[in-house]
């Protein structure tokens, strides 16, 4: 099959360039599309659009209206007719006339033509028509996009590259598929990094690191201690480790990939820019923010030198720095740059691309905090519809949402779904993460703000207790969530009217979240105030 594609590509491109096409056309295309494609492309005027099959059209508008109106028999198409302005004298995509069948007037295009969306107007129910005008060869967003996807799937290998494809669009099967086969014919550290780095994407951590570490075995004892591709084996190897919790061994590997970067690499080389990225990350979730926030300014620092303003690596730092503003209460901050992160992937990225699903995970808590309910709720649902498309079933990510679309239910006061998707999210964590994992800790706090709320004391205090366990062995001793942890054990104390043990604990969460917040912040005010109204009880 890739032989003929290859042969029909290259007697398309010989055809066009004998035909000397010079004068601008107009070609139609109709048919059926799903309401969500429908949806998606609607929603994105002056957005790319690309074909990715070869793409048949027709210079009669009747003949293709009548393919487009037809789809409109079922009930969930909407019949498209497409108009596609084409102008030979700024784009090299090849297309050629087919004289098979005169009277459709066929004009055949190459696989994956790009356009861009001008305008969609409706016709009739269901019956819309959407205009495109051909890509230039020299359109600035197209060439931003393409250079983004050479460098995120750079290899000299082709299948190499097939596979990297494969994984970055969440094909994993594929992926893992054309890695194995690569495997029989060579055992390269490279092929096993691969098979890693989709076991990672799909959320299997431990076999994902397994692969890792027999790619480290081979580099160690077949390259110098600070060769390059060791930088990127324990990039790796940090990633997996940060994934399942492991943020003391995760900074270890990752420093170790930054000392080998600084040597070997120019000081403004993007790929510095990815690490201190990835170290930011890891002081995030260490709570150690100032930190965070410290390392995630030099990446974007390298990254403005580096890339046109709005590349996607930039909207990485931007979704960064907008988190560690988030969790320091800075709203404003924050939106300003979820917004940024927003515009560009939104620009450049398919709509079910994961990237985003996080992006609006993160506006979604942002809405939260405010208590804009319904608005974190459409976000997080945003969310969970590209994670469904996209990720196993039983990836930790998809748990990550339903645990946020809990807290909104629980803060609505609808305790019964809250709980319902507390416990989904809790099902795949405990199959999915070790059992000290972080994200496990917050799981099992939530049910016991749930059992709290519903009056039953004794059972949120077996959940507290449970998020304790966890926090105490998996983050440092001055992390907010154990600030939180503690006044939320104290609370369910003062409703047994166990006095003493709460003040105890509050106190305790005091002295914590001063380490993080200034006196003057609200949350900092909020548990003091909490631990005043407790003393005077006794």
Not at 36 to 65: C, P, Q, W, Y
Not at 357 to 372: D, E, F, Q, R, V
Request: with cysteine.
């Amino acid at each position: 099959m890739g032989f003929f594609i290859q042969d029909l590509y290259r007697e398309m491109e010989r055809l066009h360039s004998e035909a000397q096409y010079t004068d601008k056309i107009i070609v139609y295309r109709g048919q059926g599309l799903s309401n969500a494609d429908f949806e998606t492309i609607k929603k994105g005027k002056e957005d790319l659009l690309s074909f990715n099959n070869f793409l048949s059209t027709s210079a009669d508008r009747d003949v293709s209206l009548m393919f487009a109106d037809s789809a409109r028999s079922n009930l969930d198409i909407i019949g498209v007719l497409f108009q596609m302005e084409v102008d030979p004298s700024i784009s090299s995509i090849p297309f050629v006339q087919i004289n098979i069948f005169d009277e459709d007037r066929e004009i055949l295009f190459s696989m994956h033509t790009v356009f861009r969306i001008s305008d969609i107007q409706q016709i009739d129910n269901q019956l819309w028509q959407i205009k495109l005008i051909l890509t230039s060869d020299t359109d600035s967003q197209l060439e931003c996009l393409a250079d983004y996807i050479r460098n995120e799937i750079e290899d000299e290998n082709p299948l190499n590259r097939l596979a990297l494809l494969m994984n970055k669009m969440g094909h994993f099967d594929k992926a893992k598929e054309i890695y194995t086969t690569l495997l029989e014919t060579t055992s390269s550290a490279t092929n096993y990094s691969s098979i890693g780095l989709i076991y990672q994407s799909m959320g299997n951590y431990s076999t994902a690191l397994s692969y890792y570490e027999k790619t480290l075995e081979i580099d160690k004892n077949s390259l110098p201690y600070d060769h390059p591709s060791l930088a990127i084996t324990y990039n790796n190897i940090a990633g997996v480790h940060q994934s399942i919790g492991n943020y003391s061994l995760s900074l270890s590997f990752y420093t170790k990939a930054l000392e080998i970067k600084q040597k070997s690499l120019p000081p403004n080389h993007p790929s510095l820019a990815t690490t201190y990225n990835n170290i930011g990350e890891v002081y995030s979730s260490m709570g150690e923010y100032s930190k965070a926030l410290s390392f995630y300014e030099e990446a974007l620092k390298i990254q403005r030198k580096y890339f046109p303003y709005n590349h996607l690596a930039l909207a990485i730092t931007y979704n960064n720095i907008g988190s560690v503003h988030r969790l320091l209460g800075n709203t404003c901050i924050a939106i300003e740059f979820y917004d940024k992160t927003l515009e560009i992937e939104l620009h450049y990225l398919l709509p079910n691309h994961p990237s985003l699903a996080i992006t609006y995970n993160n506006i979604g808590l942002l809405h939260s905090s405010k208590k804009n309910y319904p608005t974190a709720l459409s976000y997080y649902e945003k969310a969970l519809e590209i994670g469904h498309k996209t990720l196993p079933s039983d990836h930790s990510s998809l748990a990550l949402l339903y645990n946020n679309i809990g807290e909104v239910y629980d803060s609505m006061e609808n305790h019964s779904v809250a709980l319902s998707f507390y416990e989904k999210s809790l099902e795949i964590l405990q199959k999915s993460l070790p059992p000290n994992h972080p994200e496990l800790a917050a799981v099992y706090n939530n049910i016991g703000e749930v059992y709290r709320s519903t009056g039953n004391y004794s059972r949120a205090l077996l959940y507290y207790e449970n998020t304790l366990k966890i926090e105490q062995k998996a983050l440092p001793l001055n992390h907010p969530s154990l600030a939180i942890t503690y006044t939320n054990m104290a609370v369910a104390l003062e409703d047994l009217q166990r006095y003493n043990e709460a003040i105890e604990l509050t106190e305790r969460a005091v002295d914590i979240i001063r380490h993080t917040f200034e006196s003057n912040h609200s949350k900092t005010k909020e548990i003091q105030n909490y631990l005043d109204k407790l003393r005077k009880k006794l």
